[in-house]
């Protein structure tokens, strides 16, 4: 292949200019200026932007490197490790992974040099190149991998050939120039920054400090004693409070996409009913069960930086998923989009922290409407799918969730603690009690519904109804917009008359609602689901109106608790209805279970209601003679009773 005199530029002369010119450089600026390699830390000038900038960008560029690295000095082993599918779309979600995080510190690391004063003017014109260079780099290497995909693949057929002959000195720019402008540009910005390391502080990352290593540690001694307790109770934070709310209603819509996407899901992989159950089912296991480590990492470490790694980690699954083409693969990384879900108890524990407790009910429920997130999934995932592609119905949140988390790093923080940090059996005392248990039964209930009814509406109503996956979508959209909806009214409710009482009103309708969506027909259902979305999401907001009442200390730990028990309400149901669907051919005895267990949940909260009775057995209650006392389970606490 004859190469134009600009590929003849780019791909043969640059590269040996680019060698020479780093070798040669850098051998004069070690032995004649040695002082002044180094990266010039302007940690003391800010530091709390800095340190993510410096991790996301140095650990993401480290890892990249590593992975260019292996393919180059052994392509026929990678070749062969990328010859089954699913290894392949693991490769590909870790690249895509570590350039995302790179990217991300770059974009910190120039966004903290632009806004702050004291780093402007210390910035010399060689830096700006240098960060120019490095965000162009950065970007073009996502762009491929998002528009040219398997780069794990073809890189070994072509950029590693080209790269082997320009170390052997019979460079071959044929393999480069027959490639993408994109892709071009790539490999020019590479020769461009091999180019600058003399002149740049790049030029550190070829020495080594390796004296830190054996130093001994610095302890630094405050001259002024610093009192945990003399902070102010916070009184709101309303940016806190929307920088959760959004991460939140980003990752549940990460997890909604599975279920959003599953009646085309069922088409091209052919899956019977029991499958899709499945299949929608076992993400919410990992987010039920990891809510209660997350729970207590977050009283432990501040939901900041908890918040940041589940974000991080509900991106990569969700880039891959769109590429599965088996039901093991499908199910591999729908279990690992479960962390997305789990990502509630964290958010719960961050924003609690910033309202007092005559004000928490009403932020919780604010927080809880990022639910919208799996609305956002319904609605938005099959005509993603229809209009951009397939992939692109998972795709498109996780890019949004990846732009959100820089939000949330540059912009997050930690309410002030007025207590010292907890150890580990004292984050864990509270699950002890019986209150954190009976609070777990309500929100099995009333979040489960809410996950339940989310995440299998769509395979429900394709298949009863005979609608179509947009249809389907749209409706079960609504339904979670309802039930989003109402759960800040919950909240609001529960401020002003108690969550118990709340919950004493939703779980009679849940009753009545169970009732609807049991009889048959799209008009009793359709009733059904309003008065079901109408009452779960009341009680969704009633329930976390108590939690932080009832344990203002451990909030995050007892969060993990009582939102893992909501989030397996989410998992058995599906479950279930597949079974009963394979079994009856019918789904009504799942709602007839339904029905049940929310009486049984009213008997929890009222059990005075086994007696018939309706006096309240709080303290106080007024003096008179019960006829009912032996088969009341609160005798012995009831002035009533003790009066008789």
Known sequence: ??????????????????????????????????RTVSSFSSQLLENRKQFWAVVLFHYGVLATLIGHAIGLLWPRQVLGWNAQPLRLYVLEAIAVTLGTTAFLGIVLAITRRASTRRLWAVTSKTDWVLLVLLFGQLL???????????????????????????????????????????????????WLLVLAIPFTRL?????????????????????????????????GNAAQLALATGAFALCFAVFGSVSAMMPIIRGQLHLDPLQASIVVAVPVLLGSLGRIPLGMLTDRYGGRIVFSAVMACSIVPALAIGHVTTFSGLLAFGFLLGIALASFSVGVAFTSGWYPPSRQGTALGMYGAGNIGQSLAAFGSPLLAAGLGYVWGFQTFAILLAIWLVLFLTFARNAPSLTPPKSLMQIMAPLKQTASWKLSLYYFLTFGGFVAMGVYLPIFLTETFHLTPKDAGFRTALFIVLATAMRPVGGWLSDKVGGRAVLTMVFPVVVLAAVGLAIGGMAPFTIGGIGMATAIGLGNGAVFKLVPEYFAATVGSVTGLVGAAGGLGGFFPPLLLGVLKKSTGSFMLGFVFLGIFAVMCLLVVRPKLFAFCLVPPEPGSPSRTCSRQRYCPCARSCAAATAA
């Open 1 to 34: 292949m004859n190469l134009s005199a600009l590929d003849l530029l780019l791909f043969v002369v640059l590269p040996y200019v680019a060698l020479f010119t780093a070798i040669a450089g850098m051998t004069y600026r070690y032995w004649k200026q040695p």
């Open 140 to 190: 073009s290497g996502l762009i491929i991998a998002f528009f040219l995909p398997w780069g794990a693949y073809w890189y070994q057929v072509s950029a590693v050939p080209y790269l082997r002959s320009v170390f052997a000195f019979h460079p071959d720019g044929a393999y480069v120039a027959a490639m993408p402008a994109i892709v071009k540009v790539h490999v020019t910005g590479a």
């Open 203 to 235: 030029a550190h990352m070829l020495v080594a400090p390796l004296t830190y290593v054996f130093r001994k540690p610095q302890v630094s001694r405050w001259r002024v004693a610093r009192s945990l307790g003399a902070a102010a109770q916070p009184s």
